[in-house]
Each structure stands twice: as structure tokens, then as C-alpha cells.
């Protein structure tokens, strides 16, 4: 059985949309973040980071969200015709690996820096902390105009084109975690990645982790 440790609108949510995608069995355990239990000692065993999510498939402890959505793209090939990852060895496999790295090394980590910069700050540094805030939302600025020229030059209707792939959930998680964006614009506002948006939203799979989640609008 594969469990998904998860938190609502957490990175969790790629990897439980890619789940619902699938159609595959899975069950969620809450990692409830409000009672710190992402650093708890029996959590932290799990991913010593004391970050969401975790995967567990059998065996297998996974953490990081671009790894766990790879493993399940890799592991249910047959789920999704065609399948959630293009071949391997193939120049669409290079650029899906392009895409799943820059989403989380650059656009998932200076999301982090955005939603807490004072951990960029000594403690009190209020004006500090909101020149790093500023300086990271004007960094996604950047981060959003690039998928926006994405799906412009290939006309979608999914990140890598005409294929929905695992690296489709990540891109929406990160792009409605824009939502509260005061002072420049939400992914919600740019002319392709807002109809990217509401592709999303027509999902079942996505429509489905949104009502277990029991995510409140604005949704994107
Ligand atoms: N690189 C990690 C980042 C995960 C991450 O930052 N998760 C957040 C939730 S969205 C978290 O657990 N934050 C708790 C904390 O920072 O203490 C991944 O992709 O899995």
C-alpha cells in the first residue's frame, strides 16, 4: 500500500493529485503541522528534514516532492495513456527532467523564501525580512513569465505541451501558491498560464484533492 504524509495546500499536493491520477490505491496520514508534528522524532525518522510530504510505497521512504511524483510517473507506466513521464532516453524526457528540477530547486525554493523570509533574517529584522520577501516575489515575477512564454511558444494545453504529465501537478501547486500576490501579479492573471489554470481545475484528479483537502477559495 503506498501512504502519502501530507498537510492541506502543502507540497503534499503534487504527489496526491499525481496519486488520484493514477487511480491507484493510496491512504493519507496527516502530518499535522499545527501541533509541529512534521518534527516529531517519529516523523523526522521518516525525512529527517521535517518537511512534507513523504512518501511510503512498501519498502520505500521517499521524500522530495519532484522524486516522489518521478517514482510514481516511473512505477505506474500503464496507469495513464499516454503515460504521466515521456520515454526515457527521449529529448521530451530530457526536458520534462528540465522542468520537474527548475520547479523545485528554483520556483519551489524561492516560494520557501517568500512565505518565510524572516528565516533569512536575525530574529526582529522586520524591514530585513520584507526586503527578502520582496526580492523573492519579484524572483517568481521572473519564474512566471517563463512558464507563461512556455505555454505561449507551444500552446499547451499542458506544461510540456500536448502531453499532461507528473510535472503538470507540481506547476499548478506552485503557481496557485501565488494567489495572495499583492503588488505584482498572481499566476491566476497571466494570458496563458490563467487558462493553464482552469485546465487544471477541470480535472477530476485535481477537483478530487482539492474536495479531500477541503482547500477554501480562492482556489488559484
Ligand atoms: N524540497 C522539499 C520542500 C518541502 C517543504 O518545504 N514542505 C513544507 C510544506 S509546503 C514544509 O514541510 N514546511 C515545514 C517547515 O518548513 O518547517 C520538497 O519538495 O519536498
Redesign the pocket.
Known sequence: MITLHY?PS???FAAHVLLRELGVPFELQLVD?TQGA??SPAYLKLNP?????VLVDGDLVL????A?LLHLADTHPQAAIPALAPALGSAERAHFYKWLFWL?NTV??TM?TYF?PDRSVDEGNAAGAAQVKARAQARLDGCLGQIDGLLAGHGGPWLLGSRYSAADPLAFMLCRWTRGFAGSMPARDYPHIGPYLQRMLQRPAVKQAIEVEKLPPPLV
Not at 63 to 66: C, D, M, W
Open positions: 498537510f502543502n507540497a503534499s503541522r512534521h518534527k528534514n521535517g518537511l512534507i510530504p521524500y522530495e516532492t519532484a516522489i523545485s519551489q525554493a520557501i518565510y
